[in-house]
């Protein structure tokens, strides 16, 4: 259980990524009062806490009805996170989610950002969505499901302590930091991806 948990925890925190959303978040709100802060860093967390929940419940129903294999998915969402890892090392993601970010400010009627582009899709995005339905196949009975839950509940408590600290974080790291944990992060990912992959291939050909 220890290793389906430190597994679940580290794709999750991985493909979530706290420390790459705290400057964004802290670049969306920045006219806004300290107040208005912790009220959509808290919405923004429970919304992604809801629709990931879901897919970690219901996911695997999901697949079925549209008859799909969980091995297919495997490999799917390997390859879909291998993606996102290379976008990772190569900076591709944070310009991307800067891109997004500018254009939540240019338009004044998206002054809440907790649902967008907080909630989804930064926090609960595809990458996301497919790592929870694959950390739920892969754990075993309730007891299974009940770890890769908890680890969900603590990297989203990690993201918003770094929500709630992302300005002082920002003035205390500044971008260089932050450029080196993400590219480290998605090494890690991308080895993730990679034995999703071959764990996919394996049950489908064995």
């Not at 909630?119 to 990458?127: F, K, Q, R, T, V």
Request: overall charge neutral.
């Amino acid at each position: 259980m220890i290793e389906l948990f430190m597994s679940a925890f580290v794709t999750l925190f991985v493909v979530i990524d706290p420390p790459g959303c705290a400057p964004i978040y802290a670049g969306l709100t920045t006219n806004a009062s300290a107040a208005a802060r912790r009220s959509m860093a808290i919405r923004a967390c429970l919304i992604a806490a809801v629709i990931l929940l879901g897919f970690a419940l219901f996911g695997e129903a999901l697949l079925a009805a549209m008859h799909i294999g969980l091995d297919a998915f495997r490999v799917a969402g390997g390859i879909m996170l291998f993606l996102i890892a290379l976008e990772m090392v190569f900076e591709k993601r944070t310009e991307r989610r800067n891109d997004r970010a500018d254009k939540v400010r240019e338009d004044p009627q998206h002054e809440d950002v907790s649902v967008f582009p907080m909630a989804m899709p930064m926090l609960a995005g595809p990458g996301a969505i497919a790592s929870i339905m694959l950390l739920s196949s892969n754990a075993q009975g309730i007891e299974g499901t009940l770890v890769v839950l908890a680890a969900l509940a603590l990297v989203l408590v990690l993201t918003l302590m770094a929500l709630l600290a992302a300005s002082p974080l920002m003035r205390a790291f500044g971008d260089k930091v932050e450029a080196v944990v993400t590219r480290l992060l998605g090494v890690l990912l991308a080895a993730l991806a990679t034995q999703y992959v071959i764990d996919g291939l394996r049950a489908s050909f064995s």
